[in-house]
């Protein structure tokens, strides 16, 4: 699929993003791990929910997806049959997480404690993805693990169970790393212990709290000893990475007023806000709720006069999904903005370092590859071109808004690479302008 878009004089409106993506898999995994039946409402939506929903009935978790109402895919729920730490059943077929690497991770954690055999494995972008930073110290705890070459790339060959926890070191700040060691500390023997180089996203960490969990937050430390888990009916928060995409449309927009209902506002997520805050961004919060573990709020977002700034450092863990945008958003800013200490962007879903210099770049922006992030010139205006989406959702929707904001028409090709997170995007973007249209 190709997406054509043009600029529209004003953009408004209220888009409804879809369910936190990261929320929705710790929902789903950890009330399969618990013993009776949780309902999550409001779960993710695309390709990324279908590979965990995937991989955790291949396991043999029964999980019934109940439509309220067809036409609003919001008001569906999901209801997880716990089958309790013993209950998984060995994978008669190769587990596929898709291009998610969160499912591939998680689900990983969970594979090394238990005693039957499995493989996982996933799509062409995810089978480059580095596993031996899960697969070290989960070995370590006593999984015998196989995969292909140095990195430990997937498939993943896992029998796992008997293990035990361990102290462990992460080299790099990921949720996805620190939640696949705290799935597998839940149900070893002894006491596991995560030490973080900065904090990444604690949806696991809060929901494992809400489950009744012996785990234990001092600081950048975390403890997990073997624990039951009760099971935890959740309402998921709006995403704030897919909020992000509206966010820095409106502010670099001129003549913009967006509003996004319910987002989900945990600090280890709004990184976003603090680095448009800080580059003089118009968005405010309504609404402030803390039901539930998890805060969240409406963001209204206006057009705003933009200034550069500086991304690094602790920062970069909370806005590591909102990096391409804010590049983006970086163009529209007086100055030069640098984004450092970021080299984890070369080895998600593409190298997205390359991928967001090559795409803006062609719409006429200045960005300069750094090793570890991007120089990127405030050029104040694009002009439309021709894309790629790299295959990678996030990019596919950065090119989208730069569509909004650029001068003349903007091609993204490939631009399905949105559903993986985002099936509505190009129907929302369309309605908030109505100016687009769709190719095939
Ligand atoms: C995620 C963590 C992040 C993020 C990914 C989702 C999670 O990765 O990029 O989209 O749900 O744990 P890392 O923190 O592992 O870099």
Not at 10 to 18: H, M, R, T
Not at 175 to 190: H, M, N, W
């Amino acid at each position: 699929m190709r997406e054509v878009i043009q600029a529209p004089a004003v953009l408004e409106g209220s888009p409804v993003p879809p369910g936190d993506k990261s929320i929705s898999h710790r929902a789903l995994l950890l009330n399969s791990i618990a013993r009776r039946r949780a309902t999550v409402s409001n779960l993710c939506v695309g390709d990324d929910r279908a590979s965990i929903l995937r991989c955790l009935r291949g396991l043999g978790v029964r999980i019934e997806h109940h439509i309220a109402h067809p036409w609003d895919y919001s008001t569906d729920n999901f209801v997880v049959h716990g089958v309790g730490p013993d209950g998984f059943s060995e994978p008669s077929t190769v587990l596929n997480a898709g291009n998610s690497a969160t499912t591939f991770r998680l689900v990983s954690g969970l594979l090394a404690t238990q005693p039957f055999f499995s493989v996982i494995s996933g799509d062409p972008s995810l089978r480059e993805r580095p596993m031996d930073r899960i697969v070290s110290p989960l070995m370590k705890m006593g999984a015998t693990i196989m995969g292909r070459g140095g990195d430990c790339l997937p498939p993943l060959a896992i029998r796992g169970g008997n293990i035990h926890g361990v102290r462990h070191k992460l080299a790099v700040a990921s949720a996805q790393v620190k939640s696949s060691l705290l799935i597998a500390g839940l149900l070893a023997e002894g006491e596991t212990v995560i030490e973080q180089p900065a904090l990444s996203r604690d949806h696991t960490e809060r929901m494992l709290a809400a489950m009744g969990a012996d785990v234990e937050v001092d600081g950048l430390t975390i403890t997990v000893r073997r624990s039951e888990l009760n099971p935890l009916d959740v309402q998921v928060p709006g995403d704030m990475s897919s909020t992000a995409f509206w966010l820095v449309a409106a502010a670099s927009h001129p003549n913009a007023c967006i509003r996004v209902k319910h987002v989900g506002i945990n600090p280890s997520r709004t990184g976003v806000l603090d680095v448009l805050a800080a580059m003089g961004a118009r968005i405010h919060k309504e609404n402030v709720r803390a039901d539930g573990s998890e805060p969240t709020a409406d963001l209204v977002a206006e057009s705003s006069d933009l200034r550069a700034t500086e991304i690094a450092g602790d920062m970069i863990p909370r806005v590591i999904d909102e990096l391409p945008v804010l590049a983006l958003a970086a163009c529209f800013a007086r100055g030069t903005t640098t984004i450092r200490d970021a080299g984890e962007l070369r080895v998600k879903e593409s190298d997205r370092i390359t991928a967001t210099a090559n795409g803006l770049n062609r719409l006429g922006a200045r960005i300069e590859e750094l090793e570890d992030g991007m120089s990127i010139r405030g050029v104040g205006g694009l002009t439309g071109a021709e894309s790629e989406s790299y295959g990678d959702h996030r990019i596919a929707m950065t090119m989208g808004v730069a569509g909004l904001l650029a001068k003349g028409e903007t091609t993204v090709i490939d631009s399905e690479a949105a559903d993986v997170s985002y099936p509505g995007f190009w129907d929302t973007l369309r309605s908030l302008q109505g100016t687009t249209r769709a190719a095939s």
